[in-house]
């Protein structure tokens, strides 16, 4: 057995050279073997990307050695300085290549007054032994076959040599077959074959056959089937059986109790350090500030100091990835701070092999009290630690809010908004306001009479009516306005009523504040009384003259509860229920979405990335945690939605983190989008687990992007089939929207402001959803104009339309009798449906059914929907046109190339005015048959239709409808290439184009 260590990189290192720089290079010692890398000169952030290769004397005790990796900076002649390093337990080393994911350590100090700082990643992984041919004693005498032999043969023998061994003896085959014949259990939590496999092989000793077969098995199920290099390069799909749960069959009878079965078992070792007592200072004192140190090899997690108590109370978890094990004791350190030394109260020990496992839905592991011991390991008389320390998985209910090895050179502040959390978007309501009338309107000169308009303000939204249309003191407006209002309702609406003195020019009369929870509140169209409202005077005006303020304003409030405020676009909502739970139906399904991985992630920060996801569907939004450093981050965190309509869309976005470490005094950072994936729901098979990597595309001011590939695992169980096909009958938004609709310019308009509000009020939470993830999420620039949208709605009209050109050309075909089979066989069909006309419905009905069955066998979708970037026109689109999308509102560009653009913007509308026109033409000239706009025309169709009809009373329809058939079917000999009658005199109709300036 060999021990393969590939350096990969290294991350802010500490200068040694005296010039700001360092000459870096790793040294790695294993079991008396050492081998280095390559210096890379002046360079703080130096990528090696080398493997070094170790042999394995004792294969069953590498969980016992010890890996180190040392930096030094190469000074040349002068002596090597250190730079830190690095000690990993053999327990860590991955069984295989596939099997290895990489990770990056803090480095460590050497002694106590070093001065050390960065990150070093690794890529630990075992080797098989190479194969050891047999040696053949070479004969005597050569053959007459060996003597014929030209050089060229023998050559291919050396290249048959040289060939990979055979596959394994049928052992390995039984062992497969035996791990395939084991009971499957009932899985109401995470279940993975080969994270079993290999928490066997961390515990200690090689691997047996079995799960040796079973870490195969899982890592050839887990290789993406290849697609097409086109598709897979860019943006198709690739399919992968990845060793979850709900793919290996370990599911219970009950699909909606079993948890955590779409993503792959995590192990962690949770350290829940609760509190201490009896503690006491330096010498018998008393203890100042304490705090705990949880260590774990190059790791070390602390706790929040707690000042001045013997009896301190933390209660905070530490998780450590048991992937990423660089040693087999934690060390539990309760500590004294000072200004100089921070002191040692005690420490308890733990072997990592004998902590316990803990698998929900288990209670919660109860915590115990442990004496502290000194550094030489003698217990000390006073001070205990209360802890509780087990291993878990990622369903513990202590994994969201536990500080993760992953972060751990995250500051405090940072550390909150790399955790994972479930928000909630704030339901949002219609506040439809009427303004009626106002009476004795009281202006600051009272010798003219005022012109008086209405300010409504609720939050950052602001109506005005318009100038009433009469002056006087008892105007009235009859004006309806609408509001989109959040809970809870603690912004009043805010009515203020001025006077227009003349341009620009305007004196408060008086103002309203009305809570908005005032307003009536219906769920139907009934009609709401409208209120008197007194006005309160001016501020500025409250001491003046006149004692009294008698005016009044007449408003009509409701709270329109039977709407869904949409925050969404509607082509991809993702919830279409009213505001009031009264009018929601039932829910038909579950929705379960596996986070996964990501893979070939764009290095959004230098070298690295600090990606989550978030995925958003109705009113839940999810956020996972951030992995710091890595363009392949495992998630593997799954989250469940209730689903109440099919026809939705999920959609699930991936951002990088520019909130870690971030300076306090920096200029706000933004968080940069990675990529975004929809899929809709009613695409999506019942019952059936879909796992793709899916393309993370983004369209730059440069062009068309591939920023990675996000991995999910997609369930949607439906759970009342006959509620999932009566929705398919009902229509898509409530009942209001269309027994009272609204506008859809200003449905537009209120959509916006939704987007706004629900921006805002997740920017709050804690840790907060960042305002760009929410905006990319709801898509808020979409309404803005682009050439490229434009081109693309064009093309999909013309490729809906398609079909009408392919049946005329078919049609053609079988006129100009290019198959005369086929044209045989049409004019026997036609003659048949002419002459049994109750044959026709059931016959297209039949070529439905038929056409139906022939699309599921053979063109039926076996993946989930995907964005298509020749559909958006994204592939080949010009710079110009993305800078003009990518542009702000109003333009930022110089005049020059707006005006270009304004030139462009013409000509395109020009040749859009022009096919409008050719449709009015064609629908004005049909129109004018009957009017008499052209008398001659309209007498000639007036005398043919006197006479069609006599015909076709004293004539059979069919033979009518035979004849007409058989000369539009007739022979390319009987056909002239001048165009028809009926034709000409229709192109001769006159249209209204003559009438337009």
């Known amino acids: 057995m060999r021990l393969a260590v590939r350096v990969l990189d290294a991350c802010d290192l500490l200068p040694k050279d005296g010039q700001g720089s360092a000459s870096a290079y790793a040294e790695v010692d294993f079991d008396g073997q050492r081998q280095r890398t390559r210096t890379l000169a002046k360079d703080l952030n130096p990528a090696w990307n080398e493997t070094l290769v170790f042999d394995v004397a004792d294969p069953s005790g590498l969980p016992d050695r010890t890996i180190e990796v040392a930096l030094f900076n190469d000074a040349g002649a002068s002596p090597r300085k250190f730079l830190g390093r690095v000690r990993l337990s053999g327990s860590a080393v991955a069984p295989s290549l596939a099997e290895a994911s990489p990770f990056r350590c803090p480095l460590d100090k050497r002694g106590l007054f070093s001065n050390i700082r960065g990150d070093l990643a690794l890529l630990v992984y075992a080797l098989p032994d190479a194969p050891q041919p047999v040696p053949v004693p070479p004969s005597p005498f050569p053959s007459p076959v060996e003597k014929n032999n030209p050089p060229e043969e023998e050559k291919k023998k050396k290249k048959k040599s040289n060939d990979p061994p055979p596959p394994p003896p049928p052992a390995a085959e039984d062992s497969k077959k035996k791990v395939a014949e084991k009971p499957k259990k009932e899985v109401r939590q995470l279940y993975s074959v080969a994270a079993e496999a290999r928490a066997d092989y961390a515990r200690g000793g090689m691997p047996t056959a079995a799960a040796v077969a079973q870490m195969r098995a899982a890592a050839a199920a887990a290789a993406p089937r290849a697609l097409p290099a086109a598709a897979a390069e860019m943006g198709g799909l690739v399919e992968t059986r990845p060793s979850v749960a709900a793919r290996l069959g370990f599911r219970g009878a009950d699909r909606i109790a079993s948890t955590f079965d779409l993503v792959e078992q995590m192990h962690y070792l949770y350290v829940s350090v609760v509190k201490a007592r009896g503690l006491a200072g330096k010498e018998g004192g008393a203890v100042a500030d304490s705090y705990v140190e949880v260590k774990l090899g190059n790791y070390r997690g602390l706790t929040r100091v707690v000042e001045k108590s013997s009896s301190p109370v933390w209660s905070q978890v530490f998780a450590f990835s048991k992937e990423r094990l660089q040693s087999n004791v934690l060390e539990v350190a309760v500590k004294d701070k000072d200004q100089l030394k921070d002191d040692c109260l005690g420490r308890v020990l733990f072997d990592v092999a004998e902590v316990p496992r803990r698998v929900p839905p288990e209670s919660p592991l109860a915590p115990e009290w442990y004496s502290l011991h000194s550094r030489q390991g003698e217990r000390l008389d006073r001070g205990e630690l209360m802890l509780a320390v087990w291993v878990g998985t990622q369903a513990d209910e202590s994994f969201p809010t536990a500080w993760h090895s992953d972060a751990h050179a995250v500051n405090a502040e940072g550390l909150v908004g790399t955790r994972s959390k479930v928000y909630f978007s704030p339901r949002l309501c219609y506040l439809r306001v009427t303004v009626l009338e106002a009476q004795d309107l009281v202006p600051a000169d009272r010798t003219r009479p005022p012109d008086p ?90 001491d003046g003259p006149s004692g009294k303020f008698s005016s009044k304003l007449l408003l009509r409030l409701c709270l329109d509860m039977g709407y869904h405020v949409l925050d969404e676009s509607t082509h991809y909502s993702s919830d279409f229920r009213a505001y009031h739970r009264s009018l929601w139906g039932a829910s038909v399904g579950v929705l379960e979405l596996g986070v996964l991985g990501a893979r070939n992630l764009v290095p959004m920060k230098g070298r690295t990335t600090d990606a989550y996801c978030v995925a958003k569907y109705g009113a839940k939004w999810v956020r996972t945690r951030t992995l710091l450093d890595t363009m392949a981050p495992r998630w593997n965190e799954q989250y469940t939605w209730e689903i109440h309509d099919p026809c939705t869309v999920l959609t699930v976005g991936v951002f990088d983190n520019s909130h870690v470490n971030k300076p306090k005094d920096g200029p706000p950072a933004l968080d940069q989008r990675i990529g975004k994936v929809r899929i809709r729901l009613s695409t999506l098979e019942a019952n059936r687990v879909y796992t793709h990597y899916h393309p993370l595309l983004v369209l730059q001011p440069t062009g068309l992007k591939k920023t990675g590939e996000l991995h999910l695992a997609i369930r949607f169980t439906c759970t009342a089939w006959v509620n999932t096909v009566a929705l398919y009958a009902r229509p898509l938004l409530p009942k209001m929207h269309y027994q009272q609709p609204i506008p859809v310019a200003q449905l537009d308009h209120l959509r916006r402001q939704a987007m706004e509000i ?19 999420m709801l898509d808020v620039d979409s309404h803005m104009f682009s050439l490229r949208r434009s081109k693309a709605n064009f093309y ?165 409808v035979f004849l007409a058939g058989v000369y539009l079917l007739r022979h390319p000999r009987f056909r002239s290439k001048m165009p028809s009658v009926p034709f000409n005199f229709y192109r001769r109709l006159p249209p209204k184009s003559d009438m337009l300036f």
């Open 453 to 542: 308009y209405l300010r409504l303000q609720l939050g950052g939204q602001v109506r005005v009516t318009r100038p009433a249309a009469a002056r006087s003191a008892s105007p009235a407006w009859n004006e309806e306005h609408i509001f989109v209002a959040a809970e809870p309702f603690d912004e009043p609406l805010l009515v203020t009523v001025a006077d227009r003195l003349g341009p620009g020019k305007e004196e408060v009369i008086g103002r309203l504040l009305v809570p908005v929870e005032a307003a009536h509140k219906r769920v139907d169209g009934k009609p709401v009384e409208p209120r008197w409202f007194g006005l309160a005077r001016p501020a500025e005006d409250k």
């Open 758 to 776: 629900v921006a805002s009020r997740l920017a709050r939470a804690e840790p907060p959803l960042r305002r760009e993830a929410v905006q990319y």
């Open 796 to 960: 999909r009209v013309v490729a809906l339309l398609s079909w009408l050109a392919a049946a005329r050309r078919w049609l053609g075909g079988v006129c100009s009798w290019k198959n005369p089979l086929t044209t045989a066989l049409v004019h026997a069909l036609f003659g048949i449906l002419v002459f049994f006309p109750e044959l026709i419905p059931s016959t297209v009905f039949l070529y439905l059914f038929i056409i139906g069955v022939w699309n599921y066998t053979r063109r039926r979708p076996r993946t989930p929907p995907h964005m298509d970037t020749a559909l958006s026109c994204a592939e080949g689109v010009h710079p110009d046109e993305l800078d003009e999308e990518f542009d702000s509102f109003p333009s930022t560009r110089p005049d020059d190339i707006v005006r270009l653009r304004y030139d462009r913007l013409r000509s395109v509308a020009g040749r859009v005015q022009t096919v409008v026109g050719d449709l009015a033409t064609q629908g004005e000239r049909a129109l004018a048959i009957l009017s008499w706009r052209d008398p001659r025309a309209t007498a000639i169709c007036i005398m043919l239709s006197l006479v069609m009809a006599l015909v076709l009373y004293v004539t059979p329809f069919q033979v009518l």
